[in-house]
């Protein structure tokens, strides 16, 4: 069957005026709707399509590969959701660094699958075009939400130091 990077991603869509990025630039960087991340929206439509493909591998012999491909597809997006959560960006960062490490693994595991036969070369490249494209999402995002913290840990520090200078000597 053959897969596009289109058909694979696309279901959610943001809502008016509202984008995990422009969020991330103007410095919120916890606590967010991971609905709104876009690399999380077009992971979840990857995660889904490989389980739904990968669903013969197990009757092939290839039960384990099929358990690393599904799993680490699934923490791609898991991991954005779950870091969505986190109460400083610097956190959130972390969780995102863990998503773009799962999708490492992913492509590694796509990889393993062509080479054994279980995906056509068309598929393969398909599958793994998206989850490029998800990780280099992710990483960008990762790095604005590193920005930010550091610009908070600035302005915060320039803050203290003013307020310092304000105070009259007692």
Known sequence: SEV???????RYTLRENEDATSCARRGIGA????????AWQRAHPLSVALHK?????????YARL????????????DTIMEGAGAATAREFARFLDMSIKSANEVEGHLLKA?????LSPDEWQAYTAE??????MTYSYRRTMLANDRRR??????????????????
């Open 4 to 10: 596009s990077s289109s058909s694979i991603s696309g």
């Open 31 to 38: 606590m967010q709707d991971f609905r709104n991340i876009k």
């Open 53 to 61: 493909r990968a669903r013969n591998f197990s009757r092939l012999g």
């Open 66 to 77: 099929r358990a690393q491909l599904t799993d680490a597809a699934d923490s791609v997006g």
């Open 114 to 118: 062509r080479d054994l036969d279980l």
């Open 131 to 136: 989850v490029i494209e998800i990780r280099k």
């Open 153 to 170: 840990g600035k302005d915060k520090r320039s803050r203290s130091r003013e307020q310092d200078i304000e105070k009259p000597d007692t």
